[in-house]
């Protein structure tokens, strides 16, 4: 029984750390590859309809990588020996594991404000460009700003969410 465990543990960590290359690499490579390049070389409507596409790919593997972390996440946090119940903040592991889950917590804010609060708003400026109407520019300017910032705030957090693994396991 303890070599099933033992497997099963080693399937979670494994399926963690590919969930999470997934989301991570996904926000990092747009934020400093895909947007940045994307901007200089596309006309705004091409770019427009070009990030639609890219972001709807990256929001179906971000989002699905969240169902797997926290399902893996669960699973390996039960198992650790430090764990001492929900909400028991017993040791640095656990401090460490809170402070972890409330960062991913507001990365899933952020990404939930990208989702459904900034892309149909830049979707609508795109159909509504498209259709012949004239938009001020500065409207365009204005989301992709708010669109890199928030691009920018999960970067931030996903570092910290690194660090507070790291920290947490060296306090195991």
Same mark, same amino acid.
């Given at each position: 029984?303890?070599?099933? *465990? ?25 934020? #400093?590859?895909?947007? =940045? ?14 990030? $639609?596409?890219? !972001?709807?790919?990256? !929001? ?7 169902? %797997?972390? *926290?399902? *893996?996440?669960?699973? !390996?946090?039960?198992?650790? =020996?430090?764990? $001492? ?11 460490? +594991? ?7 917590? #507001?990365? %899933? ?12 708003? @830049?979707?609508? #400026?795109? @159909? ?6 004239? @938009? =001020? $520019?500065? $409207?365009? !300017?204005? @989301? ?11 970067? +931030? ?5 690194? #660090?507070? *693994? ?7």
């Amino acid at each position: 029984m303890a070599d099933l *465990t033992n497997w099963g543990l080693a399937l979670a960590y494994w399926l963690h750390m590919l969930a999470t290359v997934a989301w991570l690499g996904g926000l990092a490579a747009l934020g #400093l590859l895909v947007i =940045p390049n994307a901007r200089k070389m596309l006309h705004a409507d091409d770019y427009a309809r070009f990030l $639609e596409k890219v !972001q709807n790919c990256l !929001q179906q593997i971000g989002w699905f990588s969240l169902v %797997v972390l *926290t399902g *893996t996440g669960l699973f !390996q946090m039960s198992a650790h =020996p430090a764990y $001492e119940g929900f909400l028991a903040i017993e040791n640095n592991w656990s401090l460490a +594991i809170l402070a972890k889950h409330g960062v991913v917590g #507001l990365m %899933v804010i952020v990404s939930a404000v990208n989702t459904w609060g900034l892309m149909p708003s @830049l979707r609508r #400026l795109a @159909l509504l460009r498209a259709a012949g109407k004239e @938009l =001020p $520019e500065n $409207e365009f !300017q204005k @989301l992709h700003r708010r669109e890199a910032r928030l691009l920018v705030i999960n970067g +931030i957090l996903s570092a910290v969410v690194l #660090l507070l *693994t790291a920290v947490a396991r060296a306090s195991a």
